[in-house]
């Protein structure tokens, strides 16, 4: 039962500074600096990333005109000094940079630009125009940005430095290059995220983590957590009105483990702490004190697919999925194939770091129902799971997205959103609950890791005869979405390939390691690193160039692709991408550099018979704005600006005129944001809602609700040649590297993405998701011990490339359209990373004679990388 108790007086010593020209008092038992600066002085251009250990770089300031990590800045050291963040700066200085950024697509979710600005500011004050390219990416080394690939933040600097006078244009209709949507805002921190949210009465609330991946829970005591300063209350799984379990398609993570249940991952929540302040009640999780049975944890996924032990509370076994598929006769075309490989492949988990970390806003409403600001990835699903645990109507709970600060797959789950919004509804005030970064490793979904055993033949000529693979993906202790991404894996393990012969068996395994679901790619770069590795190996067999063997095997309209199904005319675009860097890839070879090429496809949408609806809401107003709301998250892939872009490319309006919400007050859901088909989907459904106002007049105060719907996919197995998928999108990169070092010198990729819808952004997607493929394919791992907990606890351990450690990313837009899809769009926010490994391991093979087939290829991290 919940027990409430008064606050207490909190530490009224103080300490006196000024802040953008004017001198204040704060608290003095503020952790840091940026604790003063944003939860007393309510300033929040200075984002939280990592506090307290400065590796993110977004919380930088200027102290006393040097700039300055905020979190690691004692609150007392900054006594009588003079503190300017973003918003001190002069407007003229300000607006420079906030065009600078938005012209030149120097942001993307934009969490990361405000303590960049801050650094660029000092750098180019110091040195104006002299300021070089190289020389500032040096100094980003302090910073991370996970959208990017830094390419466009430092066009941006270099724009400011030179004194460029930027224009920063919203974008026209569909194919038009622009702003991002609120790019200035984003770019200048004014525009908030759920943490920079306050409210009148805001409580603040903190998780108590299990302390053994796998144990039994015997009893938990929250007395003396009861009895800390400003604690208001703290709550159990027996607090809990309705349902103690959610998940996105298995309902079989708990949101608390009761006393009786058993603990299952790290991230398993046993407590909620409610007080007044984020300090008081995080102290206030440590005296919450439990009890255990502790237990082996099942840490290795092929002895959890052996044992009789159940890793994981609440199942039945260990097996989550297993998908498979076979056609022609593999045993026979391997056997009669002129060259053979086997190789088992294995790639690792690896953490999302996105700069935000998760959370979550609720608000008791005056209805008597509650309010949720979230940035996860489906709000209706939100909305839908949190009414479940509080056991009422969903008409009781409205949730609005607050665009997110990064999530590539990882905020698909909910992670605080039930705990926030259960303590708000309980104790009957707005509760707010913020994860620590170290709590957000322990808690959300990685990326899989997936060992890959491949079976693959040629004819003389270097045609592919079979391919026979199994995969054992290792999932963690919950579903989340572990079942697609191995299905997912299985049906592009092929890669975009005629192969006349395939068996293929994908296996996802539960365990007491941290739960893995969608990330950027989900299962198809895993499957397409070991394909990739098959084809350059027969490749040598054969005595033919990576670049051939690919045009010898590239599908083609009306070839059976994978699981069987025929493609059409959109896969086109796979060959496409290969002539565009044929150039470069020989022209390279020629002048004696290491040279490796990749080639991927990646599906957008659910698929595999799933109906799927985009439903969107264009409004008029009567003084000439327009209302455009849709069900997808806008976490930095541009879904509002391509919103925008379809509503001038169909109505002929001002782009200023323009807003976009997303909020559960229509009946909108379209599931997650995920699978790259956000801007497909979207696109049909706002382009549908626009052409049904124009019909009808676009009477103001109307809502004109439009939809676009694919149920034209099928199962596997539903039919001989199933349309597994309806749309594709198709990459290739070409990787050079110093054939002496093997150093990467510069990465070309050419991505077909049907149409692109804002070529600016699009380019942008594809330049940071060929960063994040650099470092999944060289340095990047979230690895765990044998207790089931991570190794790795801080954003610089995760080696991550800095700006200073990416090569030159030069992209070529392609654009072959996709059959059925609205503007021909296929969408790019997954297929980016898909060909990057395995254009790496050729490269790295060809500088060395060195075959690789394990990832991370490099065992040390990046210059200036430690623990």
Not at 158 to 175: I, N, T, W, Y
Not at 372 to 385: E, F, L, N, T
Not at 753 to 763: E, K, S
Request: glycine share 12%; hydrophobic share 40%; with cysteine.
């Amino acid at each position: 039962m919940t027990t409430l108790q008064a606050a207490e007086n909190v530490d009224t010593e103080t300490v006196t500074m000024t802040v953008n020209g004017v001198g204040v008092s704060v608290r003095a038992d503020h952790p840091h600096l940026l604790a003063a600066l944003r939860e007393e002085l309510g300033i929040t251009s200075a984002k939280d990333g990592c506090s307290p250990s400065g590796q993110c770089g977004c919380c930088t300031v200027m102290v006393d005109s040097k700039v300055t990590v905020s979190c690691q800045y004692p609150v007392a050291k900054a006594a009588g000094r003079s503190v300017v963040t973003l918003e001190g700066l002069p407007e003229a200085e300000r607006q420079r940079y906030a065009r600078a950024f938005a012209a030149h697509g120097g942001l993307q979710c934009g969490f990361c630009i405000p303590g960049i600005v801050m650094r660029a500011k000092a750098q180019v004050d110091k040195k104006g125009t002299g300021l070089s390219r190289e020389d500032m990416s040096r100094h980003l080394g302090a910073h991370l940005c996970r959208c990017t690939g830094y390419v466009k933040i430092l066009d941006a600097i270099s724009a400011v430095a030179s004194g460029e006078d930027c224009e920063a244009d919203l974008p026209g209709g569909v194919g038009s290059t622009g702003t991002r949507y609120q790019a200035e805002a984003l770019a200048l921190g004014d525009r908030g995220y759920v943490d920079d949210l306050r409210v009148p009465g805001m409580l603040h609330a903190a998780l108590r983590l299990t302390d053994h991946a796998r144990a039994e829970v015997l009893r938990i005591d929250t007395t003396r957590a009861l009895g800390a300063p400003g604690v208001r209350a703290v709550l159990t799984a027996a607090d809990i009105p309705g349902d103690l379990r959610v998940g996105i398609l298995h309902k079989d993570w708990p949101v608390m483990i009761p006393v009786g249940g058993r603990t299952s991952y790290v991230g398993d929540v046993l407590a909620v702490v409610v007080a007044d302040s984020r300090d008081q009640a995080r102290r206030a999780t440590a005296l919450v004190e439990v009890d255990y049975e502790v237990l082996e944890p099942l840490v290795d996924p092929d002895l959890a697919l052996s044992s009789e032990e159940v890793a994981v509370w609440g199942t039945d076994g260990n097996i989550l999925s297993v998908s498979s598929y076979s056609r022609g006769h593999v045993d026979r075309a391997l056997s009669e194939s002129a060259y053979r490989v086997s190789e088992t492949f294995e790639t690792q988990r690896v953490e999302h770091a996105f700069l935000e970390p998760e959370s979550t806003l609720a608000v008791p409403r005056p209805d008597g129902g509650l309010h949720v600001y979230s940035g996860g990835q489906g709000i209706w699903d939100d909305r839908d799971q949190i009414a479940a645990c509080l056991g009422v109507g969903t008409d009781k709970v409205s949730v609005e997205l607050v665009s997110n600060g990064g999530a590539f797959g990882g905020k698909e789950d909910m992670s605080n959103q039930a705990h926030a919004a259960l303590a708000a509804w309980l104790v009957g005030s707005p509760v707010k609950c913020t994860l620590s970064r170290e709590e957000s490793f322990l808690m959300h979904a990685k990326r899989h890791p997936i060992t890959m055993v491949y079976e693959a033949g040629c004819d003389v000529e270097g045609k592919l005869t079979a391919v026979r693979a199994r995969m054992v993906g290792d999932s963690g202790a919950y579903a989340s979405v572990g079942m697609k991404v191995l299905e997912r894996a299985a049906g592009h393990a092929t890669g975009p390939y005629r192969v006349p012969a395939v068996d293929v068996e994908s296996v996802a395994v539960r365990t007491n390691n941290p739960v893995c679901g969608a990330f950027r790619g989900f299962g198809a770069n895993q499957a397409q690193f070991a394909m990739e590795g098959v084809m350059d190996r027969l490749a040598e067999l054969a005595g033919i160039s990576g670049l051939e063997i690919r045009r010898r095997n590239v599908i083609h309209p009306g070839d059976v692709w994978g699981p069987g199904q025929v493609m059409d005319e959109g896969c086109a675009g796979a060959e496409q991408c290969l002539d565009a860097l044929s150039g470069a890839y020989e022209e390279a070879r020629a002048a004696g550099k290491a040279v490796g090429i990749g080639l991927g496809l990646k599906n957008s949408g659910l698929g595999n018979g799933y109906r799927e609806v985009s439903r969107a809401v264009v409004r008029f107003g009567d003084d000439g704005t327009v209302e455009v709301r849709h069900g997808w998250t806008e976490m930095g892939q541009g879904i509002n600006t391509v919103a925008l872009q379809v509503a001038v490319e169909e109505l002929g309006l001002n782009p200023a005129k323009i807003r976009v919400l997303v909020d559960t007050s229509r009946e909108l859901g379209d599931g997650q944001t995920t699978g790259s088909r956000g801007t497909l989907m979207g696109a049909g459904a706002v382009r549908d809602a626009c052409r049904k106002a124009d019909a009808a007049g676009r009477v103001p105060g109307v809502d004109f609700q439009g939809e676009f719907v694919v149920d034209w996919t099928q199962h596997l197995g539903e039919v001989d040649n199933p349309t597994i998928h309806s749309a594709f999108g198709y990459a290739a990169q070409l990787v050079v590297a110093d054939p002496e070092t093997g150093a990467i010198e510069k990465v070309l990729a050419a991505h077909d993405v049907g149409r692109a819808v804002n070529p600016l952004l699009c380019v942008g997607q594809i330049e940071g998701a060929v960063h994040m493929g650099l470092g999944y394919a060289l340095s990047e791992e979230f690895p765990s011990d044998a207790r089931g907990y991570p190794t790795k606890t801080t954003l610089r351990s995760l080696g991550i490339l800095r700006a200073k450690d990416v090569p030159p990313i030069e992209v070529k837009l392609v654009e072959v359209p996709q059959p059925r899809a609205p503007y021909g769009i296929k969408g790019v926010g997954e297929i980016g990373l898909v060909p990057t490994a395995g254009a790496v391991a050729a490269a790295l093979h060809a500088a060395d004679g060195v075959w690789r087939n394990k990832l991370p290829m490099k065992t040390g991290r990046p210059a200036g990388e430690e623990d």
